[in-house]
């Protein structure tokens, strides 16, 4: 994230999956690496449940240290919380689409900023504004 580059016009969403594959060097890490780098910084919105999902995954894998430093990056987003409209548009998310507790949550927050939702998780396949990457 370089901050200096012009974004697109509209805000995005990058899932759990997507800062998962950018911070492990996993094989879709090139195509999340450009949607990322081509956004403004806080043009970039991370709900609060993709910091828990990061930081678990990577700190089980490469250790705190390195875990805190990717959570700092994910700060320099526009990290929102959950309020209590995004969880009751979540269980609805959840219950019309049979999502899981957190993909129903990011989806929720990404369509309540207008966000363009991207992942790798099929269970999004089909959904307004999501892209699978």
């Not at 901050?3 to 997507?18: L, W």
Request: aromatic share 8%.
């Amino acid at each position: 994230m370089t901050g200096s580059e012009k974004g697109p016009a509209s805000p995005i969403c990058v899932d759990s999956y997507g800062w998962i594959e950018r911070f492990m060097g996993g094989p879709r890490a090139p195509a999340y690496n450009r949607i990322i780098d081509s956004a403004e910084v806080q043009s970039i919105v991370t709900p609060v449940v993709v910091l828990y999902e990061v930081y678990k995954r990577v700190k089980g894998a490469l250790g705190e240290e390195t875990a805190l430093r990717d959570v700092a990056a994910l700060d320099r987003t526009r990290v929102v919380s959950i309020d209590r409209d995004v969880a009751l548009e979540a269980a609805d998310f959840s219950l019309a689409h049979r999502l899981h507790f957190s993909d129903a949550l990011i989806f929720a927050t990404a369509r309540r900023h207008g966000a363009q939702l991207y992942t790798s998780d099929t269970a999004l396949k089909g959904l307004p504004g999501v892209t699978i990457v």
